[in-house]
């Protein structure tokens, strides 16, 4: 952990008062300059909201926005499982499809997830495909929130922000992008994450998060202002991720497997043509754990996520063992 950030959060400890559910002035400012340098995003008119890392706000955002029975969200057909557990908790209906054209014209969809990087596939989505998915949103009055946790770590292809004009057409409404500080800044202990963009939908987000007492707790925000200044240790931890994955993509390979999409994030979209649970057990029978892909939706049943997040230590061992 950079010495800076930990300076930070211990500079601010002595914080015995609630902390700003906005976020502090200086929070706010270190979140819309840097989804300006890193987003492509316009410099004014953008909202930006400060949340307990990106899986709460993932959880309950159907909820926040007052997503009910009779709604339906629109999830990636291969996909993180929290984004249908939070249209299960507002009560919503979930529609799985990377293709809108399989929902038709329904008026029903009030919320359309678009995750890229994927996790767990590492699929980037073109910026053309993510301009159609906001236009076809605002055509029916439906929110676009675009998680971009792993927007930094492109490796053969570089993923484009929602709040890039070449994707929003240069305005923010029904348009939300959603970050996380865990991975750019291996802060996943920290719970820092927030989210961007429709100034009007962050302010409805902002009123309703007040009363739940969703609140970042004033170190961690002072960290994040931190960590947000300094692209340093975030081009550190990058360079950790890149070693690993070029350690263990050619070592999957020449143990058979074919790496499908994985061009940016934080993992491996590997398969070897069988059920992911049999792939599963060929890994753990080598002292290996991966995550089958069944977990993600029905179409990743025959592949697994192999991840880069294990020490160097780990990975090393890894590959020696896919050898074998």
């Excluded at 500079?11 to 819309?32: E, I, N, Q, W």
């Excluded at 753990?284 to 754990?289: E, F, Q, T, V, Y």
């Amino acid at each position: 952990m950079p010495t800076a950030i930990r300076a930070a959060l211990a500079g601010a400890a002595d914080s015995p008062g609630y902390p700003l559910t906005a976020g502090t002035p200086a929070l706010r400012t270190a979140l819309a300059d840097w989804a300006v340098r890193e987003c492509g995003a316009l410099p004014h008119g953008l909202g930006v909201l400060p949340t307990i890392g990106s899986k709460e706000l993932v959880a309950w955002l159907p909820t926040l926005l007052g997503l009910g029975p009779g709604d339906q969200v629109v999830i990636p057909t291969v996909c993180y499982p929290t984004y249908e557990v939070g249209v299960r908790l507002a009560g919503a209906a979930v529609i799985r499809s990377d293709s809108l054209t399989a929902v038709g014209p329904s008026s029903r969809v009030r919320l359309v997830w678009v995750n890229s990087p994927s996790n767990p596939t590492g699929r980037v989505l073109p910026t053309a495909h993510l301009r159609k998915v906001v236009d076809w949103a605002r055509e029916r009055g439906a929110v676009v929130a675009s998680d971009e946790c792993y927007l930094t770590l492109g490796w053969e292809e570089s993923p484009v922000s929602v709040l890039s004009a070449e994707v929003n057409g240069g305005r923010y409404d029904g348009v939300l992008a959603v970050h996380s500080l865990s991975k750019r800044s291996n802060l996943a202990g920290y719970r820092a994450g927030f989210v961007a963009g429709d100034p009007a939908l962050v302010a409805e987000l902002l009123a309703v998060r007040k009363h739940a007492g969703m609140m970042v707790p004033a170190p961690v925000q002072a960290a994040m202002v931190a960590a947000l200044a300094d692209e340093s240790h975030a081009a550190a931890q990058r360079a950790l991720y890149a070693a690993r994955r070029d350690l263990l993509r050619p070592a999957l390979a020449k143990a058979g497997f074919e790496i499908e999409h994985s061009a940016a994030g934080l993992y491996l979209w590997a398969t070897r043509g069988e059920d992911c649970w049999s792939t599963v057990d060929w890994f753990a029978a080598r002292g290996i754990l991966v995550a089958p892909g069944a977990v993600y939706g029905p179409a990743g049943e025959r592949h697994v996520r192999v991840a880069l997040t294990a020490t160097d230590e780990r990975v090393a061992a890894a590959v020696e063992r896919l050898a074998i």
